[in-house]
Each structure stands twice: as structure tokens, then as C-alpha cells.
């Protein structure tokens, strides 16, 4: 499965090496974002009829 950024960037090698940290969770997303003084951002993936839909939320080193 690839992920994709809100502007289409693909992140599948940044978590994949550990960059950045994938969470299926908003609340958990937040929470580790404010002990790594980091940020949230949503994750999306494209669905088989090409359609965007929300995967999960990032959270970057």
C-alpha cells in the first residue's frame, strides 16, 4: 500500500525507514506529536476506483 499526503507527496519510504511515525488514531497522533514536539498530518491512500480516502494520521521526527 502506498501513502500519500494531502498535496499527493508520497510517504510510504518515510515511515517505512521510521521518519515518520503512522498512527491509525488522531488522539495517539496528537499525543505523540506534543512528547516529540513534532506535528500531525493526515495520511491518504488511494481506494481501487482511484478515490483519496483517509488512512491514518503521520507525525515526522
Do not use: W
Request: net charge positive.
Amino acid at each position: 500500500m502506498k501513502y500519500f499526503t494531502e498535496n499527493n507527496i508520497e510517504v510510504t519510504r518515510r515511515i517505512e525507514d521510521g521518519l515518520t511515525k503512522f498512527f491509525q488514531c488522531v488522539k495517539e497522533a496528537s499525543q505523540h506529536a506534543k512528547q516529540t514536539k513534532s506535528y500531525v498530518y493526515e495520511i491518504f491512500e488511494f481506494s481501487k476506483d482511484n478515490k483519496k480516502v483517509l488512512a491514518g494520521y503521520g507525525v515526522p521526527r
